[in-house]
């Protein structure tokens, strides 16, 4: 079965240390996100990738970067400039669609609860 | 800036109909989708508007106005598997990038 799959599904991370969370797709969808979601609250956008070898920035993106070097392969690094990374972290991927049409939608992955100790 | 509003908070009985809306204020619309969420779980994708009118999908049903930047999910005969948050998302210009509300949290009571 076609799907995303995140890996770990938790992540600690001491301070001052670099974490990648990792995202892979099968359904061969050209676009992939980064979204963060804190308790309670909406999905923020990190990074998106339209393409491959091509990737832009969200709302949120300071203190984390990604790269996208295939088609099914989205990594997300944390880095420690990100002050505040305790979240959960869910990874999407979908296809460009017609607004007039039928529309798909994002597909999700499971997510990765990443814990700053 | 760009901004969805939408409740916090929205409760409703077993079997009944309850509406959730959502404005926006956004540089650019390419779409509006509504998605939900179980807790601890991942969104998945309930409805999408690129044009005006009312779309119907099963016992959900989602509507959107441009002109008012406003859409609103219809949940047709509650059940308490329904207990969820709802998220709105506007797609900007280009169809790709997607910005989501807060979320509306769903509490179906017997």
């Known amino acids: 079965d076609g799907g995303i799959t995140q890996s770990p599904k938790y992540l600690f991370r001491k301070e001052g240390q670099n974490v990648t969370l990792s995202c892979e797709q099968n359904?061969?969808?050209?676009?992939m996100y980064w979204y963060r979601q804190d308790p309670g609250q909406g999905l923020r956008l990190i990074y998106y990738?339209?393409?491959?070898?091509?990737?832009q920035k969200g709302d949120i993106a300071e203190g984390y970067s990604v790269s996208r070097e295939k088609k099914e392969s989205f990594p997300l690094t944390v880095t420690s400039a990100q002050k505040n990374p305790t979240a959960f972290y869910l990874c999407?991927?979908?296809?460009?669609?017609?607004?007039?049409?039928?529309?798909?939608?994002?597909?999700f992955g499971s997510g990765t609860r990443l814990t700053v100790v | 800036g760009q901004s969805l509003e939408q409740p916090s908070e929205v409760t409703a009985v077993e079997g009944a109909i309850v509406q959730i809306n959502c404005t926006y204020q956004t540089s650019g619309f390419y779409g509006l989708s509504w998605y939900q969420q179980h807790d601890g779980g991942a969104p998945t994708f309930l409805s999408y508007?690129?044009?005006?009118g009312l779309e119907e999908t099963g016992r959900f049903s989602s509507f959107l106005s441009r002109s008012d930047s406003y859409g609103y999910l219809l949940l047709q005969e509650l059940q308490m598997k329904d207990s969820a948050s709802y998220f709105c998302a506007v797609t900007d210009t280009g169809g790709f990038k997607t910005i989501f509300g807060a979320g509306t949290r769903l509490f179906v009571k017997a």
């Open positions: 508007n690129g044009l005006d």
């Open positions: 990738s339209q393409i491959v070898n091509d990737f």
């Open positions: 359904l061969n969808h050209d676009a």
């Open positions: 999407a991927s979908s296809i460009f669609q017609d607004r007039t049409k039928t529309n798909y939608g994002y597909t």
